[in-house]
């Protein structure tokens, strides 16, 4: 929501008895600002009404940039039972701004959350992504539990389910295994695409999958990404 200067005490301190408020600085001007504005309403949309953003444009609403002795945007603080609780300032990625917001949330749902990660069966897991959608940790624990199986329908779900976090070099492993068929030589594989890796996407992307399933703790994965960059350069 849009908060004013006028609305300020209804909207934030007031709600904030009820539910943690989190109070966003920004003005149209600044680019860290609009870089993390979306991160912010994605993460706390997530917690379903558990945790509310305030969004306040500085420029419009100078008493509340004083009133948080704003020295640069974007600048956000966490206002729990009428009070600050944790703030932070500048642009954030968004594995820092959910730690941030998960930890406005009670201590209970909290260590809930933990237990069902710790138990990590698919039913644990998926209770876990209701409390939370798109929690990466559930998400890859999930994905990497239906990318076992023998199934088409799974292997697709576990696609769209790491589709949605950020990627890391874990979320391509999964997206790789499900797209590629067993192979005993990968290297034999890789040498065959080399070729082709030049004029054909799919051969291409093939091949980069192959690495990823190598993973990039295997000594083979740098020579034959090296291999790679000579080909297409």
């Not at 419009?60 to 009428?82: L, R």
Request: hydrophobic share 45%.
């Amino acid at each position: 929501m849009d908060v004013t200067d006028a609305t300020f005490q209804a909207e934030v301190l007031d709600r904030s008895a009820q539910v943690p408020v989190i109070v966003d600085l920004w003005a149209p001007w600044c680019g860290p600002c609009t870089q993390l504005g979306p991160i912010l309403e994605k993460v706390v949309g997530e917690t379903g009404g558990r945790v509310i953003l305030a969004k306040v444009n500085v420029d419009e609403n100078p008493g509340i940039a004083q009133a948080f002795q704003a020295q640069s945007i974007p600048a956000v603080h966490a206002i729990v039972d009428g009070r600050p609780a944790d703030s932070f300032t500048g642009a954030q990625g968004e594995a820092f701004v959910r730690d941030f917001v998960t930890r406005l949330l009670s201590p209970e749902e909290s260590s809930e959350l933990e237990r069902l990660l710790a138990v990590g069966d698919e039913a644990s897991l998926r209770a876990a992504l209701e409390a939370e959608p798109d929690h990466p940790e559930a998400v890859v624990a999930l994905a990497a539990l239906l990318v076992e199986r023998d199934d088409p329908g799974d292997r697709d779900e576990a696609l769209v389910l790491i589709a949605g976090i950020p990627e890391t070099p874990e979320t391509r492993h999964l997206a790789a295994l499900v797209r590629t068929e067993p192979i005993d030589d990968i290297e034999g594989r890789l040498a065959e695409l080399l070729g082709s890796v030049k004029s054909d996407d799919e051969v291409r992307q093939a091949y980069v999958d192959l690495l990823d399933i190598l993973g990039p703790d295997d000594p083979r994965t740098a020579e034959w990404r090296r291999r790679l960059t000579s080909a297409l350069f």
